[in-house]
């Protein structure tokens, strides 16, 4: 079974983390299930990017993100070249090494979701 490991967080994961993955299950799914609370405001429907997450290690072994989610990843708070999100990228067989960003940007609660 794939791990993934959680690099240390301030809030969500003080001293990091090294989880059993379940294969075809999301990231943000895994973590959730391990009492990692990330957070995401769209409960899980790739309409927000506070689920945010950076792959240090086995960004390569994931499917490749749709156009929605690669969309939403331009408007997320430090955005790197192997960023995802987390509700989105499920994990496949291989280890995955995470970092999940200091800040998001939730965009209903600053109130940016008004039209």
Same mark, same amino acid.
């Given at each position: 079974m794939p791990q993934i490991i959680v690099l240390p967080h301030e809030e969500l994961c003080?001293?990091?983390?090294? @989880? &059993? +993955?379940k294969p075809d299950v999301s990231i943000c799914d895994n973590l959730l299930q391990n009492a990692i &609370? @990330?957070?995401? +405001? #769209? &409960? /899980?429907? #790739? +309409? #927000?990017?506070?689920c945010h997450v950076v792959l240090r290690e086995g960004f390569g072994s994931l499917a490749p993100a749709e156009e /929605?989610?690669?969309? $939403? $990843?331009? /408007?997320?708070?430090? $955005? &790197? +070249?192997t960023s995802r999100l987390s509700c989105q990228a499920r994990v496949a067989q291989g280890d995955l090494t995470i970092e999940i960003p200091k800040y998001t940007i939730n965009y209903e609660r600053e109130g940016g979701g008004k039209k």
């Open positions: 003080p001293a990091g983390a090294v @989880i &059993e +993955a &609370e @990330i957070e995401h +405001a #769209c &409960e /899980k429907s #790739c +309409a #927000c990017t506070t /929605k989610e690669e969309d $939403l $990843l331009d /408007k997320a708070w430090g $955005l &790197e +070249a």
